[in-house]
């Protein structure tokens, strides 16, 4: 059953993919990659006979590694390079080059990238430095590169990158003085100095690349580039990345979410920390600080992130290694007490448990161990430990159902050999499916053997415990990362707001010359959404806050109202009345703190709400524009004491159910909470989460919005205190360039069209959601086993739910499934139809379906009409399908739409249409 369901999961998955891997090899920009990664030839400019010099090294390393391709140096001084004849320029080369290597003075550098696409050179490495790095000049000069880049439709790494280094096709294109081990991770860096480091460390550690790439200053080719053409490289079985910085986050994410599900990404990200911190009128800009923003983004994407360079690497080899723990809990087998203890305290220090023993475990411990051996999470079997100890120990441990790893710890004492210790535990570690690691404490030669022979038999070893339970704890992360992308929410629909409204109040601050939305008008923008706010009132005088206080009965709150002034607490802008003449005092003498503020601060009157008495927890809500992210969403504990305790977490819209509980989840508040007996009720706060990410979504004039407090108590919350912020400027720029800033592609509400069926049935054609995961199950099993045929190239009985989440939680950016939605009886999805979009962006391929019920109504024209606009929106040029050359209708379809059919053969047709 398990085998069939992954013979499901993967075929079904190479379908989604094929338009993608096709394109591939189809598409210029990635084809060119593959001729920078898999060249058949390569040319280095700047080719030198001088000892030490970058042109001397970079041809020593391609000639003396074994590289089989042709190899052309460049120089016009010289008629040979190190006994190969030399070229004066790459139009003088009598062949087509795929590689050209640029190692020469950074003013030339453009002459030579003209030079190149001329002779149709399809990718460049640049080791030149001497570009932005150096002010105005140097960023010329990379205008003209790009521009020469862009003309000629070249990719190219650099300016000042160290190389590529492709190890198994002994591809050395690189300054390095050291050669990498075959292997199956790909090693991506920004730090050229870092990839030298790794490189000597990888080769003592016995570490694998399948390529290590130095990206230099990301002139053209970028992480997100790379991270797409390494996703599909069939060498490759983890990505490494070190990063200081992202030139665009939204690539970068789209392309991480689509291949985290099956490579493993780890990252180290530099730069964690600001010597100063942007003035920001809210408290959401001063508490969701860059790093935590890349946090956020790293997890949204499913991307283990670390802190160490071992770090990097163990994890990265672990999860290419061994199968992922499903659960936190780590048995620790041992022959020294003092290295377990160090691994437990590294363990519980990041999150994680010892399994605890169950009692069939304990008793059948106590028969293989003496009597003076403890039987208990880690367990120390004694320095004296045989290897028959250690095997009978391991394998009654193995079969314990509530471990979720094991970690074995040997030190080189007593009577157990490491190198027969090896080989038992490379026999034992196959009764099991899940992750074993070891950890071998010495540098002796039979130690270093031990870890070579565990190493290559797939079993991480390691030379201390903690890096061993970090490793442990890193793998578990990557789990959760999956389950939370896999994660099926809740429905929880946002009813359509009165948009005319909301951006007359935005008119009206704009006409006013004002940026800051005043208390009212920003619980406005929340009631509109559905959002619970406590009643308020305006009042401009004394005598009007006294009637209105009447009218809402004491005790009440005024707050001072006034453009200049960004938090009321600190200037004490907040009282509480209790009776009519205190409330005229109050209101002259909120009047006077705001005027003594600041010479120029406007008071505009007070806010009066009632007093909430039963408080509960209070909680803050809000959303900024980050420079490079775009909107992102915090939560966490709220009040005057926000920027004190900075607890919060940072996410990203569009939000939803899954996604608003893991931002919950993230909060100290919330496991307080949790704990005391008094938990918050996550499904009122998920609701609102949800709605809140969808207001910042539809109103990208917002620059940052607070709700704090948000009051919550039991299954009630309510908002007492909003704030907004608009950036005219950056509005005014956004529009002029039509310019979607969200890192992840929002739910793209244009669709969204009723239709009518030939029989007058009404439809509502609309992008699939992730929440229609189980209406669009029960939509394929209506299927019959013809119509699953034609769609599907075979019949399935069952679709895996890892597969149906692929096909409703979707990255808008690379695809959309339309779906035909009936509206009565629950709203059953009748049709469906799905284009994928090239990584070029010019062509895509769709697959149509149609219940059989509703096939002969027309629905399949009309989702066809959909598909196609949604292609020349996108910018396809072409869409196309395969199609069985039986399924009659679905060609009849195609050929009255326009589109051109060939047969490939007697099973399958092409169809494809050129867009306008």
């Known amino acids: 059953m398990a085998h069939r369901k992954f013979k499901v999961i993967r075929k079904l998955y190479t379908f989604i993919q094929t338009a993608f891997l096709e394109r591939a090899e189809a598409n210029l920009g990635i084809e060119n990659l593959g001729r920078i990664f898999n060249p058949k030839s390569v040319a280095v400019i700047g080719a030198s006979e001088r000892e030490g010099s970058i042109g001397a090294k970079l041809i020593r390393n391609l000639t003396g590694a074994g590289y089989a391709g042709a190899v052309f140096p460049v120089n016009p001084f010289r008629k040979t390079v190190q006994g190969i004849a030399a070229y004066p320029s790459i139009s003088k080369i009598p062949q087509k080059i795929d590689l050209a290597i640029i190692a020469t003075p950074a003013h030339t550098v453009p002459q030579i990238v003209e030079e190149c696409g001329k002779a149709g050179v399809s990718g460049i490495i640049i080791i030149s430095s001497g570009f932005r790095e150096t002010g105005a000049d140097g960023t010329a000069l990379e205008k003209q590169v790009l521009e020469h880049q862009k003309t000629f439709g070249m990719r190219i790494i650099g300016p000042n990158s160290f190389g590529v280094i492709r190890p198994k096709n002994n591809l050395y294109a690189t300054f390095a003085d050291k050669q990498a081990t075959p292997g199956k991770i790909a090693f991506i860096s920004q730090s050229a100095a870092l990839c030298a480091s790794a490189l000597d460390w990888a080769w003592e550690a016995q570490v694998g690349f399948s390529v290590v790439v130095s990206t230099g200053s990301m002139l053209d080719v970028e992480l997100g580039d790379l991270i797409e053409y390494f996703g599909n490289d069939p060498q490759t079985r983890s990505i490494v990345l070190y990063v200081e910085y992202l030139k665009n986050p939204r690539k970068f994410m789209s392309a991480a979410r689509e291949f985290a599900r099956t490579k493993p990404i780890v990252l180290i990200k530099a730069g964690r920390f600001r010597e100063s911190i942007e003035v920001t009128l809210t408290h959401t800009g001063a508490l969701s600080g860059e790093d935590a923003v890349y946090d956020a983004a790293f997890k949204r994407a499913g991307i283990v992130r670390v802190y160490a360079i071992n770090d990097l690497f163990n994890c990265a080899e672990a999860l290419a290694m061994q199968p992922n723990p499903t659960g936190p809990n780590l048995t620790i087998i041992t022959n020294a007490g003092g290295p377990s203890i160090m691994a437990t305290d590294h363990l519980i220090a990041k999150g994680g448990k010892l399994s605890p023993l169950s009692a069939e475990t304990v008793h059948a411990l106590k028969k293989v161990l003496p009597p003076y051996c403890r039987v208990a999470n880690p367990i120390d079997i004694h320095e004296e430990a045989t290897p028959a100890r250690f095997r009978d120990v391991i394998e009654i441990c193995l079969k314990d159902p509530q471990s979720h790893g094991f970690l074995v710890?040997?030190?080189?004492?007593?009577?157990?050999?490491?190198?027969?210790?090896?080989?038992?535990?490379?026999?034992?570690?196959?009764?099991?499916?899940?992750?074993?690691?070891?950890?071998?404490?010495?540098?002796?030669?039979?130690?270093?053997?031990?870890?070579?022979?565990?190493?290559?038999?797939?079993?991480?070893?390691?030379?201390?415990?903690?890096?061993?339970?970090?490793?442990?704890?890193?793998?578990?992360?990557?789990?959760?990362?999956?389950?939370?992308?896999?994660?099926?929410?809740?429905?929880?629909?946002?009813?359509?707001?009165?948009?005319?409204?909301?951006?007359?109040?935005?008119?009206?601050?704009?006409?006013?010359?004002?940026?800051?939305?005043?208390?009212?008008?920003?619980?406005?923008?929340?009631?509109?959404?559905?959002?619970p706010t406590v009643k308020t009132l305006l009042a401009r005088t004394p005598e009007e806050a006294q009637a209105l206080v009447s009218e809402l009965g004491y005790p009440a709150v005024m707050k001072a109202l006034s453009p200049q002034v960004t938090h009321k607490s600190r200037i004490g802008g907040v009282l509480t009345v209790c009776s009519p003449s205190e409330t005229a005092l109050s209101f002259e003498e909120l009047s006077w703190r705001v005027k003594n503020h600041t010479n120029t601060a406007e008071f505009q009157g007070v806010a009066i709400q009632p007093m909430i008495r039963e408080k509960g927890y209070e909680l803050i809500i809000g959303s900024k524009k980050d420079p490079q992210f775009g909107a992102v969403i915090i939560f966490g504990a709220g009040g005057t004491a926000t920027e004190l305790f900075r607890d919060v977490s940072v996410g990203f819209p569009p939000l939803n159910q899954v996604l608003a509980r893991q931002l919950i989840e993230g909060t100290a508040i919330y496991k307080h909470a949790s704990a005391s007996g008094l938990p918050l009720d996550v499904g009122v706060l998920e609701e609102i989460l949800v709605k809140f990410s969808q207001l910042v979504i539809d109103f990208p004039e917002i620059a940052e919005i607070d709700v704090n407090p948000?009051?919550?108590?039991?299954?009630?919350?309510?908002?007492?205190?909003?704030?907004?912020?608009?950036?005219?400027?950056?509005?005014?720029?956004?529009?002029?360039?039509?310019?979607?800033?969200?890192?992840?592609?929002?739910?793209?509400?244009?669709?969204?069209?009723?239709?009518?069926?030939?029989?007058?049935?009404?439809?509502?054609?609309?992008?699939?959601?992730?929440?229609?995961?189980?209406?669009?199950?029960?939509?394929?099993?209506?299927?019959?086993?013809?119509?699953?045929?034609?769609?599907?190239?075979?019949?399935?009985?069952?679709?895996?739910?890892?597969?149906?989440?692929?096909?409703?939680?979707?990255?808008?950016?690379?695809?959309?499934?339309?779906?035909?939605?009936?509206?009565?009886?629950?709203?059953?999805?009748?049709?469906?139809?799905?284009?994928?979009?090239?990584?070029?962006?010019?062509?895509?391929?769709?697959?149509?379906?149609?219940?059989?019920?509703?096939?002969?109504?027309?629905?399949?024209?009309?989702?066809?009409?959909?598909?196609?606009?949604?292609?020349?929106?996108?910018?396809?040029?072409?869409?196309?399908?395969?199609?069985?050359?039986?399924?009659?209708?679905?060609?009849?379809?195609?050929?009255?739409?326009?589109?051109?059919?060939?047969?490939?053969?007697?099973?399958t047709v092409l169809a494809s249409l050129l867009l306008p």
């Open 409 to 531: 710890i040997y030190t080189l004492q007593g009577a157990t050999d490491p190198l027969a210790l090896a080989e038992t535990i490379v026999t034992l570690a196959k009764q099991t499916g899940k992750p074993f690691l070891t950890c071998l404490m010495s540098e002796d030669n039979r130690c270093r053997e031990a870890r070579r022979i565990l190493q290559r038999n797939g079993i991480p070893s390691f030379a201390n415990p903690e890096d061993a339970a970090s490793t442990f704890m890193h793998m578990y992360s990557y789990t959760q990362n999956m389950a939370l992308l896999y994660q099926t929410p809740r429905d929880l629909s946002v009813k359509q707001t009165n948009p005319d409204f909301l951006k007359g109040i935005l008119r009206r601050a704009f006409c006013e010359g004002r940026k800051v939305i005043s208390l009212p008008e920003s619980l406005r923008f929340l009631e509109e959404y559905k959002i």
């Open 710 to 907: 948000l009051m919550v108590n039991g299954s009630s919350a309510v908002a007492v205190d909003a704030r907004m912020v608009i950036d005219w400027d950056r509005v005014m720029r956004e529009v002029a360039v039509h310019h979607d800033d969200h890192i992840i592609a929002a739910y793209p509400k244009k669709y969204v069209t009723p239709r009518k069926l030939k029989n007058a049935t009404q439809v509502l054609l609309r992008p699939i959601q992730p929440e229609d995961e189980a209406r669009f199950d029960e939509f394929l099993k209506s299927l019959s086993p013809e119509t699953m045929r034609f769609r599907f190239f075979e019949i399935i009985k069952e679709i895996p739910h890892e597969m149906l989440t692929r096909y409703c939680n979707l990255d808008y950016d690379r695809e959309i499934a339309m779906v035909a939605e009936l509206q009565e009886g629950g709203k059953p999805i009748i049709g469906a139809v799905r284009l994928i979009v090239g990584s070029d962006g010019k062509s895509g391929e769709f697959a149509i379906l149609v219940g059989d019920q509703w096939q002969g109504l027309r629905l399949g024209s009309k989702l066809m009409d959909s598909l196609i606009e949604i292609g020349k929106d996108m910018g396809v040029k072409k869409i196309y399908g395969y199609v069985m050359a039986d399924n009659y209708k679905m060609l009849q379809l195609c050929k009255k739409k326009g589109f051109m059919v060939e047969t490939l053969d007697e099973e």
